[in-house]
């Protein structure tokens, strides 16, 4: 059976929802993570030093999940202003916020 436009519009809205979910939980466990970071710099526990790096690991996770959802059906492409977005690039900026993350040494700010 062909596809009609109503559900290719309906297919098409479901994947965006299913993005904007993920992405929402990407930021969700990053958020989670930059906290107990902070609560690390400030106490020196280091239970929450391993809480945040296992925060930024499930965000990753997210990430991928999210561009493999959102890269199904958008291109990379060149907003004004913003750039070139490529969300499979934007995955080494993810990762490196992990790699930040486990080397973080407590310091007074």
């Known amino acids: 059976m ?5 559900d ?12 904007t979910a993920y992405l929402g939980l990407y930021y969700s ?9 902070k609560i690390y710099n400030e106490t020196q526990d ?3 030093h391993t809480s945040s790096v296992g925060h930024l690991k499930k965000a990753l996770e997210y990430w991928k999940q999210y561009v493999t959802v959102a890269t199904a059906q958008y291109r990379a492409h060149k907003p004004s202003r913003q ?27």
């Not at 062909?2 to 109503?6: D, L, P, R, V």
């Not at 466990?29 to 970071?37: N, P, Q, R, S, T």
């Open 2 to 6: 062909k596809e009609t436009s109503a």
């Open 8 to 19: 290719r519009e309906f297919r098409k809205t479901v994947y965006d929802q299913k993005a």
């Open 29 to 37: 466990e990053k958020v989670m993570g930059a906290v107990d970071l």
């Open 46 to 48: 280091e239970k929450f």
């Open 83 to 109: 750039g070139y977005i490529d969300l499979n690039e934007l995955t080494s900026l993810v990762e490196k916020e992990i790699k930040i993350a486990e080397s973080w040494k407590p310091r007074k700010m």
